[in-house]
């Protein structure tokens, strides 16, 4: 098949997907289409430039070709590689499971400051997801834990045994907000907007996003995200 085959292929399915998701009953050029989609679609939005080269590859392929056997622009392998990852992309989005679908280390309300410091230690561990039993309290981190030395340094003794994480959670700022539960079925781009429009915002930082099959706080874990985890996923 040629390279304008497939990159025909591969646009007229990426105009097909974004329609559906347009408000628009009428046509409009695929340029004003990807503007409007943009604005809430991540992928749109990563390769926007792309596509708006590819809307006017297209155009030179369809309408400047002399010959339905002849295209007059055969492109590159890699702007075919690209346009179908693209589409594959926008079709099938990777979700953040099972890619960030682990066994994920939690600690009860009762236990001690000085096993946080010794996962720490052995894992090196910074967010800690906190429960009652069953009931999510909160997600401590490193932050906290050092604001409650801070506060605690003067106090003799100072004995990390006696001190319970219920009591260590308090200190961490915001700790109503520093998290978020989100379901099995969200895609990493949809998390990548959640922690981009946190960092734009500035209100206050989102340390860890905690998956759930339904994202309630009342599920079982599956898994959780950082910041960091994003920052190194290609």
Known sequence: MRNSDRFLIAFNSIEKILR?????????????????VKKYNPIVMKYYDDLKEFSDLRNAIVHDSIDVNYAIAEPHDQVVQLIEKIEQEL???MKVVPLFQKKVTTFQSTHTLKDILRAINTFSYSKFPIYDKQKFLGLLT???ITNWIAKHVDKEPLSFSN????DVLTHEKKKDENYRFIHQEMNIYDIKDIFRKNVEEGTYRIDALLITEHGDHKEPLLGIITLWDMMHLQ
């Open 20 to 36: 559906k998701h347009a408000p628009y009953d009428h046509y409009v050029p695929f340029s004003r289409l990807i503007g409007y």
């Open 142 to 144: 490193k932050d906290g």
């Open 163 to 166: 001190v319970y994480l219920k």
């Open 91 to 93: 079709r099938q989005p």
